[in-house]
């Protein structure tokens, strides 16, 4: 397991979540991705982020004008995560 700091300090709405999401990529299951956002929109959208790609975030720091999560790369998409597939289950 690993721990990758990505820094959004400065960015704006929507370069956070999408950077997010493009880092979490390049993860292995397990592995952690530290994200730092100063954007206040980031609270909602990578949460959001999250919920879509079945991982798992944590608010670990919330400043007033600094965010920090720590999201958990999940062991594969979120049709694994949530159960088998249906497909060809007739």
Do not use: Q, Y
């Not at 919920?51 to 600094?66: C, L, M, N, Q």
């Amino acid at each position: 397991m690993t721990t990758t700091k990505l820094d959004l300090t400065g960015l704006k709405c929507p370069l956070p979540a999408l950077k997010t999401r493009k880092a979490l990529k390049a993860l292995s299951p397990g592995d952690l991705l530290e994200v730092h956002c100063t954007d206040p929109l980031s609270v909602i959208d990578i949460p959001n982020l999250i919920r879509e790609t079945g991982d798992r975030v944590e608010i670990t720091e919330r400043a007033e004008h600094r965010v920090v999560f720590m999201i958990e790369k999940a062991n594969g998409p979120i049709e694994i995560a949530n159960g088998p597939s249906r497909a060809g289950s007739n």
